[in-house]
T-cell receptor, first 114, second 115 residues
Framework: NAGVTQTPKFRILKIGQSMTLQCTQD?????MYWYRQDPGMGLKLIYY???????DKGEVPNGYNVSRSTTEDFPLRLELAAPSQTSVYFC?????????????FGQGTRLTVV | AQSVTQPDIHITVSEGASLELRCNYS??????LFWYVQSPGQGLQLLLK??????LVQGIKGFEAEFKRSQSSFNLRKPSVHWSDAAEYFC?????????????FGTGTQLKVEL
C-alpha cells in the first residue's frame, strides 16, 4: 500500500496565484485532514472531512478551500496565495471504525509564496 | 478545548544516554495520546499511542511512554539513544468525535544526539 500520497513535493507560487495541493489515500479511510506546519508552531488543522461530500473547517481555514468528491481524494485549494501561506502542508487520514485511530501522514508539500 | 504543551524546544543527549521528552496535555475527558517523530524533510511517523488500559505503552524503535492522569502527562522515554534518533518529536492529543480523530499537536521537541 502507498498509504497517503501528496503532490507536488515542492512548489513556489507568486502572490495572488492559485494552486491545488493533491492528496490521495488507498486505505479506504473515511476521515481525512489537512494540516500546516510552521517552524516552532507544531501542526495546525486547516480542514477535515468525515467522508465523501462532507467537509468542515479546522483551526486555520482562512485562505483555503477543500472538496471531497471521492473517499480517496482530498485536494486543498489556495485561491489567492499570500506570503503567510508559506508553509509545509501535510495531508493525513484515519478511520477509527476500521481500527486505524492514529493519523497516517503523507510526506508533505513545501510551499513558498513570493 | 484540548491543548498540548511540550516544554522543551531543544534537547541534546549523548549517544547511549537515556532520554525523556516531556508532554503535558489538557483535555476534559480520557484523551487519546500519540507520539510522532519527524526526520528532516519527511512526514510524521507514529511512535506509539495510548487509549486505555496499561498506562505504560511500548512503541517502535525502543521507545515507551507513560500516561499519568494525575499529572496530565504522557512523557516519552528511551533507555539508550542512538544517533539515528536525532529528529523532531511531536506529542498529540486526539478525541474520537463525529469529526474522526482530529489531533492537536504540541510545538515539538528537537532532539540532537552527540556522538
Amino acid at each position: 500500500n502507498a498509504g497517503v500520497t501528496q503532490t507536488p513535493k515542492f512548489r513556489i507560487l507568486k502572490i495572488g496565484q492559485s494552486m491545488t495541493l493533491q492528496c490521495t489515500q488507498d486505505m479506504n479511510h473515511n476521515y481525512m485532514y489537512w494540516y500546516r506546519q510552521d517552524p516552532g508552531m507544531g501542526l495546525k488543522l486547516i480542514y477535515y472531512s468525515v467522508g465523501a461530500g462532507i467537509t468542515d473547517k479546522g483551526e486555520v481555514p482562512n485562505g483555503y478551500n477543500v472538496s471531497r468528491s471521492t473517499t480517496e481524494d482530498f485536494p486543498l485549494r489556495l485561491e489567492l496565495a499570500a506570503p503567510s501561506q508559506t508553509s509545509v502542508y501535510f495531508c493525513a487520514s484515519s478511520d477509527p471504525g476500521q481500527g486505524d485511530t492514529e493519523a497516517f501522514f503523507g510526506q508533505g508539500t513545501r510551499l513558498t509564496v513570493v | 478545548a484540548q491543548s498540548v504543551t511540550q516544554p522543551d524546544i531543544h534537547i541534546t543527549v549523548s549517544e547511549g544516554a537515556s532520554l525523556e521528552l516531556r508532554c503535558n496535555y489538557s483535555y476534559g475527558a480520557t484523551p487519546y495520546l500519540f507520539w510522532y517523530v519527524q526526520s528532516p524533510g519527511q512526514g510524521l511517523q507514529l511512535l506509539l499511542k495510548y487509549f486505555s488500559g496499561d498506562t505504560l505503552v511500548q512503541g517502535i524503535k525502543g521507545f515507551e511512554a507513560e500516561f499519568k492522569r494525575s499529572q496530565s502527562s504522557f512523557n516519552l522515554r528511551k533507555p539508550s539513544v542512538h544517533w539515528s534518533d536525532a529528529a523532531e518529536y511531536f506529542c498529540a492529543v486526539g478525541a474520537l468525535t463525529g469529526g474522526g480523530n482530529k489531533l492537536t499537536f504540541g510545538t515539538g521537541t528537537q532532539l540532537k544526539v552527540e556522538l
